[in-house]
């Protein structure tokens, strides 16, 4: 749990919270391995960071936001994006805005994995991962294989509950 560090009121030092590393619930997501990092109650609902671990070849199928912006950082690996109809790789140490309302997807190049940090604007998102995640055994990426039965039809279930909708397959590989 975040360590409170309360010396005051509001508008002060008194709402900083500090996490240690290895604080956080792991979740497995889609098939990555996530920790909730910021939440929006923590925030203000402001905005939520998302660690993320995906595997080689993983990507999300296109799909939209309708109340969140999103920025992508890449801490390790290569991460190709697409936003609209624009494609960029972004490797490790760069990152990428996408924003609401616009259909994006992106898709873990190479033969390693990726680690990114994603910021939602406003916060909540991370509602949505613990909705759909379910919460790992271990700090490690889920076994390989297809996704559980009845993944693909709760994601299309809740995505409207969360403003967040599928909209097309994955990225295809280059």
Not at 8 to 21: I, L, N
Not at 82 to 107: D, I, T, Y
Not at 123 to 149: C, D, H, K, N, Y
Request: proline share 11%.
């Amino acid at each position: 749990m975040a360590e409170d560090l309360s010396v005051g009121g509001v508008g002060d030092a008194s709402r900083m919270q500090v996490w240690a590393a290895e604080e956080g619930i792991p979740y497995w997501f889609l098939g990555t391995l996530v920790w909730v990092r910021a939440s929006a109650e923590s925030t203000a609902n402001a905005y939520s960071v998302i660690e993320q671990v995906a595997p080689a070849g993983f990507g999300p199928p296109l799909h939209v936001h309708h109340r969140e912006d999103e920025q992508f950082y890449v801490l390790e690996g290569s991460v190709r994006f697409r936003c609209g109809e624009r494609e960029v790789r972004v490797e490790a140490g760069g990152s990428v805005f996408l924003p609401k309302q616009v259909p994006h997807a992106f898709h873990v190049e190479g033969e390693t994995p990726a680690r990114l940090l994603q910021i939602t604007a406003p916060g909540g998102f991370e509602r949505f991962v613990e909705a759909i995640g379910v919460v790992a055994p271990s700090a490690t990426l889920p076994p390989p294989g297809p996704p559980p039965a009845g993944l693909i039809e709760r994601v299309a279930e809740l995505g409207p509950a969360h403003d967040f909708a599928v909209v097309g397959p994955p990225l295809a590989m280059p």
